[in-house]
């Protein structure tokens, strides 16, 4: 029974830790020069997303992160982030969950 708390307990830090972990995603891939949490820069922030692809799976807002898009926010086009690729789904889980 101890060893199961110590399990559980372990698990809750490790996802409370998962969102600064995944902000940390951002900063290394270098998005945060075109997209924020509140202040809209090149890109739409990221809540603004969040808001708008709620429900969309992680793999499916990951694969928009590589392949980059356009016309869903405005104008100005997101270039293709193929460099993310491995942290593209830790990153949109990220997104969905804020
Ligand atoms: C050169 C600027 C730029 C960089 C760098 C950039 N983005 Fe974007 N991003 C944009 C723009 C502009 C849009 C809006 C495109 C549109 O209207 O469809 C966007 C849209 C998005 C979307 C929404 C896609 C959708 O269809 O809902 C996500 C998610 C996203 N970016 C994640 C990232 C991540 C993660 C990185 C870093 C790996 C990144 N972006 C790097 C400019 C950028």
New binding site residues.
Partial sequence: MKALTAAVTAAALLFAGSAMADEAL?KK???I???AMDAKK???TWKE?AA??KGMKAEE?AA??VKG??????K????P?AK?QGDSVA??KW?LSL
């Fill in positions: 951002v891939n270098a998005c020069g075109c997209h090149v890109g739409p997303i708008k692809r807002l928009t992160i898009g356009k016309g869903v926010y405005g100005i086009p997101m270039p982030q993310a990153i949109a997104i």
